[in-house]
């Protein structure tokens, strides 16, 4: 069974500061997701990775930035959390980005005061 | 730009039938994901339509017109535990999600 975990369930920071989101593959996937999902609005991609030290920029990188030191990790940054970016942040991984599905990880609530 | 259209909400009976439209227009096409979230809950992989025509998952199928940008996926004999969000997400390089409709079923 593919398991993709996040580092937390919740988390509540303030505005202006620096925040980490850690999410963990288990299957060896090449390819890793970073979404923020938002009532109303869907899934929206932010940051994808197609290997390691590989980046590219989702449909809404603005205020993100990521890092893939190995394989099985992917993180993403709010360089200076705003309130804007309180929603529920979704990792995802697959095996090649074109057919196959991708997994999903439990998420991360964050809020942002 | 990419513009994916699913209904917001349906309602339906325990074992009936639903469809769930979504419609869309893309830059490109590489298939199409329909996913299943319950609520608090991470989205998982129902079907993927990369072809015309019907594809058959026991209780659940999923249609594809690429020529009319439509799909839809059909849940059959609803059950309780089918009541979640349903996503429709294009392939193109990268995944592209409606909004995603949610189904409530009631008994």
């Known amino acids: 069974d593919v398991k993709v975990t996040q580092s937390s369930r919740y988390l509540v920071k303030r505005t202006g500061e620096k925040v980490f989101l850690e999410c963990v593959q288990d299957?060896?996937?090449?390819?890793m997701f970073w979404y923020r999902q938002d009532p109303g609005l869907g899934l929206r991609l932010i940051y994808f990775?197609?290997?390691?030290?590989?980046?590219e920029k989702g449909d809404i990188p603005e205020g993100y930035s990521v890092s893939r030191e190995k394989k099985e990790r992917f993180s993403l940054i709010l360089e200076s959390a705003s309130t804007n970016q309180t929603s529920m942040y979704l990792c995802?991984?697959?095996?090649?980005?074109?057919?196959?599905?991708?997994?999903f990880g439990p998420g991360t609530r964050l809020t942002v005061l | 730009g990419q513009n994916i259209d699913q209904p917001t909400e349906m309602t339906a009976t325990e074992g009936a039938i639903v469809q769930i439209n979504c419609t869309y227009q893309?830059?490109?096409?590489?298939?199409l994901f329909w996913y299943q979230q319950h609520a608090g809950e991470a989205p998982t992989f129902l079907s993927y339509?990369?072809?015309?025509g019907l594809e058959e998952k026991g209780r659940f199928s999923s249609f594809l017109s690429r020529s009319k940008g439509y799909s839809y996926l059909l849940l059959k004999e609803l059950q309780m535990k089918d009541s979640a969000s349903y996503l429709c997400?294009?392939?193109?390089?990268?995944?592209?999600f409606g909004a995603g409709t949610t189904v409530t079923v009631r008994a």
């Open positions: 995802a991984s697959s095996f090649e980005t074109s057919v196959d599905e991708q997994f």
């Open positions: 299957m060896d996937h090449e390819n």
């Open positions: 990775s197609y290997d390691v030290k590989m980046k």
């Open positions: 893309t830059s490109g096409f590489n298939g």
């Open positions: 339509n990369v072809l015309d």
């Open positions: 997400a294009v392939n193109d390089y990268k995944l592209s």
